[in-house]
T-cell receptor
Framework: DAKTTQPTSMDCAEGRAANLPCNHS???????VYWYRQIHSQGPQYIIH?????ETNEMASLIITEDRKSSTLILPHATLRDTAVYYC??????????????WGLGTSLAVNP | DGGITQSPKYLFRKEGQNVTLSCEQN?????MYWYRQDPGQGLRLIYY???????QKGDIAEGYSVSREKKESFPLTVTSAQKNPTAFYLC???????????FGSGTRLTVV
């Protein structure tokens, strides 16, 4: 499975959009991009995933570049409760592939009042 | 509401003792996983199970054991052979074909 690269930390003002980038230049054609976030001392929470097209749900939007080598998670109106570590991972759906998942250190997002 | 329950939230163990961490899900998910998280490191896969009565070693299985006798349950035993067991342990599940994982709230194990 492909490895991802994310900035170590980011800051965002409350009420503004938070744009979290992720590079996955070695992604293969059948690998999806997934985003999770982890609030301190809790389990990671699924946010969104996508293959090629941009995706939006009640939590966030996912923008994937045309060459699929990078993506951006957008939190449209960040709140203090969005302060967390955000993980970008790539994988092929299906349990048999999961042992090769690589969870990096993610991006620590601080939303400031 | 459906979800994954891990218990206990905090666990203290004396050196040389085995300890079992509980993980139960009522999501009817096929696959279940155990991860370990250490400060400053990403999640590392210990064991995973795709179906009942079957499980596979992950990247750091040494010193751990699991069982999957029921679809809902995937307990993890940290044995005395695990040299550095103090960590945050996370259980997760997923549908076999879907993408998203559902995680439990974690168990923080401390060896004293």
């Amino acid at each position: 499975d492909a490895k991802t690269t994310q900035p170590t930390s980011m800051d965002c003002a409350e009420g503004r959009a938070a744009n979290l980038p992720c590079n996955h230049s070695t992604i293969s054609g059948n690998e999806y991009v997934y985003w999770y976030r982890q609030i301190h001392s809790q389990g990671p929470q699924y946010i969104i995933h996508g293959l090629k097209n941009n995706e939006t749900n009640e939590m966030a939007s996912l923008i994937i570049t045309e060459d699929r080598k990078s993506s951006t998670l957008i939190l449209p109106h960040a709140t203090l409760r969005d302060t967390a570590v955000y993980y970008c991972i790539v994988r092929v759906p299906g349990a048999g592939n999961n042992r090769k998942l690589i969870w990096g250190l993610g991006t620590s997002l601080a939303v400031n009042p | 509401d459906g979800g994954i329950t891990q218990s206990p939230k905090y666990l203290f163990r004396k050196e040389g003792q085995n300890v079992t961490l509980s993980c139960e899900q009522n999501l009817n998910h096929d696959a279940m996983y155990w991860y370990r998280q250490d400060p400053g490191q990403g999640l590392r896969l210990i064991y995973y199970s795709q179906i009942v009565n079957d499980f596979q070693k992950g990247d750091i299985a040494e010193g751990y054991s699991v069982s999957r006798e029921k679809k809902e349950s995937f307990p993890l035993t940290v044995t005395s052979a695990q040299k550095n067991p103090t960590a945050f342990y996370l259980c997760a599940s997923s549908l076999d074909k879907s993408g998203g994982y559902t995680f439990g709230s974690g168990t923080r194990l401390t060896v004293v």
